[in-house]
C-alpha cells in the first residue's frame, strides 16, 4: 500500500566536545585593518573533530542518536542517503570509492539501498526531499538522511595564507565541524511540506571548495560579501513565494535559516519583519559557526537541549547553498521531543 504522507520521526546533531573559542584561534590583529574576527561575525566559539575523527564519524554519531530518537528500527530503514560536502576521513583522505554513505551503512550495520548526494549546504533538505518522494511512493519504509562535517582543516588552510592579499580565504575562517542526521518516516498526516526551490545561476563562480595547495585537506575562496548580499536581496520574494499569509507565515514556531553568521542571520530577520511583520521566530546560535549542510540540525539540537521545543511546534529550515541556490521546508516536531 501506498504511503501518502510523510514525517520527521528523529533528528540529531553531534558536536565533537572539543570547543574552540574565536579568541584563541582567531585572535584580534590575525584580519587585515583592525578588524575583529569576534566582533564582526558574532561567532563566539566552534567545534573541532577529536582525533581520528572525520565526516564518517561525525555522520555515525548523529545517526545513532537521531535513530535510537525516531524509534524506528534499523531493519526498517530501506534508503541511507549522504548529504556531506566533505567526505574525509581523520586522515584527509576522501571516501568516494565506495561511497561514504555505503561506509555510513557498513559502520551502522543497516543493510539498505545507499547513495550520496551533491548540493552543497543545502544537501541535507535535498535529501529530505528525496526520502520524502520515496515514501510517498511505497518504494520504502524508512529512511536516513545524515551527513558528517570535517570542515576545519579549510579554516586552518585559511590561517595559514595572508588574509591581506588573500580576503576571499576570510569566510573559511567561519566554519566548524559537525554530524547531522534525520530519519524520515511514513505517516497518516501531512507534517512535512517542501517549498518551491530557487537558483540564482549568475552567483555560482562566487563559493568555490577545492584542494588544498601545498598541505593535505581543502580550501573554499568565497567572495562572502557578494554571496551574502545576493541572498539577502532575493530572500524577502522568497519568502513571499513560500507562505501564503501572514498568518501561514505565523504557524511556524521556529524559523531556522543557514548558519552563515549570527550576524547574518539578524540580517535576514530583519528581511523576515519587514517582509511578514515579525522576525521573532528567526533562531540563531553562536557556538558553531558555519557547519554546511548540519547547520539546521547544529540549532534544533540546541534548541532541544535549552528546552525550547515541543511536540507538533512547526518549523520552517531556509537552506542556502552556493549556486546561488534557496529551498524552503516546513515540518512538524514529531511528539515526545521533549521526551529526548
Request: proline share 3%; glycine share 8%.
Amino acid at each position: 500500500m501506498v504511503c501518502v504522507k510523510t514525517q520527521i520521526s528523529g533528528f540529531a546533531c553531534y558536536l565533537p566536545p572539543n570547543l574552540i573559542k574565536s579568541e584563541d584561534v582567531i585572535p584580534f590583529g590575525t584580519l587585515p585593518r583592525g578588524i575583529d574576527f569576534k566582533r564582526l561575525t558574532k561567532i563566539e566559539a566552534h567545534h573541532e573533530v577529536l582525533e581520528g575523527q572525520g565526516s564518517l564519524e561525525l555522520a555515525v554519531e548523529a545517526a545513532q542518536k537521531a535513530i535510537a530518537r525516531s524509534g524506528v528500527n534499523k531493519e526498517e530503514i530501506d534508503l541511507v542517503i549522504s548529504c556531506s560536502v566533505t567526505k574525509m576521513s581523520g586522515e584527509l583522505q576522501n571516501l568516494i570509492e565506495p561511497c561514504l554513505a555505503s561506509h555510513i551503512c557498513s559502520a551502522l550495520d543497516i543493510k539498505a539501498q545507499n547513495f550520496d548526494i551533491a548540493n552543497a549546504c543545502l544537501g541535507m533538505v535535498t535529501g529530505i526531499l528525496i526520502a520524502d518522494r520515496k515514501i510517498r511512493s511505497g518504494k520504502i519504509r524508512h529512511a536516513l538522511i545524515v551527513a558528517g562535517e570535517y570542515l576545519t582543516e579549510a579554516l586552518y588552510e585559511a590561517l595559514g595564507k595572508n588574509l591581506l592579499f588573500n580576503q576571499k580565504a576570510f569566510s573559511s575562517l567561519t566554519i566548524g565541524d559537525a554530524g547531522g542526521a534525520y530519519v524520515v518516516s511514513g505517516s497518516d498526516e501531512e507534517r512535512i511540506q517542501f517549498h518551491e526551490p530557487m537558483t540564482l545561476a549568475q552567483h555560482s563562480q562566487l563559493c568555490i571548495g577545492d584542494a588544498a595547495v601545498g598541505r593535505p585537506g581543502p580550501a573554499m575562496r568565497t567572495y562572502g560579501k557578494k554571496l551574502q548580499n545576493a541572498a539577502l536581496e532575493n530572500l524577502g520574494a522568497y519568502f513571499k513565494r513560500n507562505f501564503k499569509s501572514q498568518e501561514d507565515y505565523s504557524s511556524h514556531d521556529h524559523i531556522i535559516s543557514h548558519q552563515t553568521t549570527p550576524r547574518a542571520v539578524s540580517k535576514g530577520a530583519l528581511i523576515a519583519e519587514k517582509t511578514w511583520g515579525s522576525g521573532d521566530a528567526v533562531r540563531s546560535i553562536s557556538h558553531t559557526g558555519n557547519t554546511a549542510s548540519t547547520s539546521h540540525a547544529a540549532v534544533l539540537e540546541t534548541l532541544l537541549e535549552d528546552g525550547a521545543l515541543l511536540s507538533n511546534q512547526k518549523v520552517y529550515l531556509m537552506a542556502f547553498g552556493s549556486g546561488l541556490s534557496f529551498m524552503g521546508m516546513s515540518f512538524h516536531l514529531p511528539s515526545g521531543v521533549e521526551t529526548w
